[in-house]
């Protein structure tokens, strides 16, 4: 019997001009088996290769998106890498990647960590950026955001599929990471300290609390507005802690984002056209 290797996607609930593509993947069997079958997309956490290739073959078909993601070897850094000044084979070491060329597609993957999708409101640029708490306390989305050339109050920021503060157990390492750089009202309003000395830690909030910091005038848009839609919950999305506590494998699935050529090329022609 053939697997269902249908791919089912998410799409962002936002105002990006039309020209913008951007999705989310969700749980789906895909080609890999066992405590893979979640549609893995990551090459790094011990599934067959070639089962990942026909994952990542399947994203690209099932999105329609006219080039395969430039996927990044994430380490949970600082690191935005600009995608119009590197060569497709090369190895990229970052948690971040933005470009300004037409079809060519950022992507992050993530797996509890909040990805966050960007681009301005004339989608001349676009950026994806893997936030989870290291990335966050290390400035990973100033990184970004300061290396596009749109000014911050023209930003439109998607903020994806992540785990939910009630279900995100930290420690005291990460309290204090956020405490050296948050004002002591933001780390109350984003920690909820447990009885065992841990911590309850609001990912989303923190990433919000960062961007209005930056500059960034208009609000998120948020995916999760229930707890039911939380990774954790194993049920649309992956989830570290979810795996982890089941089998011990990690899945990872993965948010990207471009600029398509027909409708950015009839965008242009449209402006730049006589009036009538």
């Not at 909040?114 to 306390?137: C, D, F, K, R, Y």
């Not at 208009?218 to 982890?244: A, E």
């Not at 948010?255 to 965008?267: D, G, K, P, W």
Request: proline content about 5%; aromatic content about 8%.
């Amino acid at each position: 019997m053939s697997r269902d290797t249908r791919l089912p996607l998410s799409i962002p609930a936002w105002p990006a001009p039309k020209h913008i593509r951007a999705y989310t993947t969700l749980r789906s069997p895909g080609e890999s088996v066992n405590h893979y079958s979640a549609y893995n997309l990551a090459t790094h956490v011990g599934d067959h290769h070639e089962h990942v290739v026909q994952n990542r073959y399947h994203l690209a078909q099932y999105a329609n998106l006219p080039n395969d993601p430039i996927w990044l070897n994430q380490t949970h850094s600082s690191i935005a890498i600009d995608l119009d000044n590197i060569t497709r084979d090369s190895i990229m070491t970052a948690d971040a990647s933005h470009t300004r060329k037409i079809n060519t597609i950022c992507a992050v993957m993530t797996a509890d960590c909040l990805p966050m999708l960007v681009t301005n409101e004339e989608g001349t640029e676009v950026a994806a950026i893997h936030a989870g708490w290291q990335g966050l306390s290390k400035g990973v989305i100033e990184n970004t955001l300061s290396v596009l050339t749109s000014a911050p109050e023209s930003l439109l920021i998607w903020l994806g599929p992540s785990i939910q503060k009630e279900n995100y157990e930290v420690g005291e390492e990460v309290y204090h990471a956020f405490l050296e750089e948050h004002d002591l009202s933001e780390i109350d309003a984003a920690f909820t300290k447990r009885a065992d000395n841990k911590w309850h830690a609001d990912i989303p909030l923190l990433a919000v609390q960062r961007l209005i910091r930056y500059g960034v005038k208009k609000n998120p848009y948020l995916f999760i507005t229930t707890m039911y839609l939380c990774p954790f919950t194993g049920l649309f999305f992956i989830s570290t802690r979810w795996h982890n506590r089941k089998n011990g494998q990690l899945n990872f699935y993965c948010a990207c984002i471009a600029i398509l050529a027909s409708l950015a090329l009839r965008l242009v022609r449209s402006v730049n056209s006589p009036a009538s």
